[in-house]
């Protein structure tokens, strides 16, 4: 296998773990999310850092990412508490240009320098290859989506589709809405975390313009075209949203054009995705099954 198919393949694991994650947030628990590379941005910075600065190794390393990850996912989640649809949005949006500034002004972080040097994950003092990296990289993706299916079966899972669907009815049948909306973005942001781990370990460079908004705009786009509320949709939109750019690289520097038209189109036409409850792709089936 080329080394170019090869990191095609890892990119696509990595934004599949990414469409995923911030499905939890959007799909399961109805939370408008504009803002999640900065997720993804505190998952690889914190990685690099333990990494570079203080040494520790790569498990210890992405172990400490996630639960740094997590604990500020939960804490920057705390505003879906008081706000919600469009001034989430606008909330979420403000969190990611704010955490941007934050990587790209301190010298902490590497300021507009980046972090460089991050290594690559090792067996017994051996570093893996590409091909290993990349069978690793989808080990992550396998987990990812037994931990979507998982809470989309447990409790908590239904009470953030109950949440979705009336807060205050839910509220009234006793379902806590605060409690599940934090559950979903503690979930969410340790698997963006855990993607800006190996988004930051196979680069071995990263810089605070790699976790802009237009980022956050690709993965959302990535979980609506794709089908919220699925663990199909977000995989197929992370696929096809990835390799566009790819097939089309010749208009590469306007793949934020494209990306804005998809999604203007599916929500015009397509609103529940490809593989959404209402989705083209199972009306055809349907179709042909009669």
Request: aromatic share 14%; charged share 10%.
């Amino acid at each position: 296998m080329s080394a170019y198919l090869i990191t095609i393949l890892i990119t696509i694991g990595i934004y599949i773990i990414l469409a995923l994650s911030l499905n939890i947030i959007v799909g399961y628990a109805g939370q408008i999310s504009l803002g999640h590379a900065a997720f993804w941005a505190i998952g690889a910075y914190s990685f690099a850092i333990l990494s570079v600065k203080y040494s520790l190794p790569f498990i210890e390393a992405s172990v400490c990412a996630i639960l740094i990850t997590t604990l500020i996912g939960v804490i920057l989640g705390l505003p879906s508490l008081r706000v919600s649809e469009d001034f989430l949005a606008i909330t979420t949006i403000g969190i990611n240009f704010i955490v941007q500034a934050v990587f790209n002004n301190i010298n902490y972080f590497g300021g507009a320098m980046g972090i460089g040097n991050i290594p690559f994950p090792q067996i017994k003092g051996k570093m893996f290859s590409s091909a290993q990296f990349m069978a690793l990289t989808y080990l992550f993706v396998f987990l990812t989506i037994v931990i979507s299916y998982t809470f989309r079966r447990s409790w908590a899972g239904l009470a953030s589709f109950a949440v979705k669907a009336d807060e205050i009815a839910s509220n009234v049948s006793g379902i806590d809405p605060k409690r599940f909306k934090i559950i979903a973005f503690a979930i969410g942001s340790a698997l963006a975390g855990l993607a800006g781990i190996l988004y930051a370990s196979f680069m071995g460079f990263i810089s605070a313009n790699d976790f802009s908004f237009p980022v956050s705009v690709t993965i959302l786009a990535m979980v609506m075209v794709g089908g919220e509320n699925t663990i199909t949709g977000p995989i197929f939109g992370a696929f096809l949203l990835v390799l566009l750019p790819e097939i089309f690289r010749p208009i590469h520097n306007y793949r934020m054009l494209l990306y804005g038209l998809l999604l203007v189109v599916m929500m015009r036409f397509q609103p529940s995705g490809f593989f959404g409850e209402k989705g083209i792709v199972w009306k055809l089936i349907r179709v042909k099954k009669s």
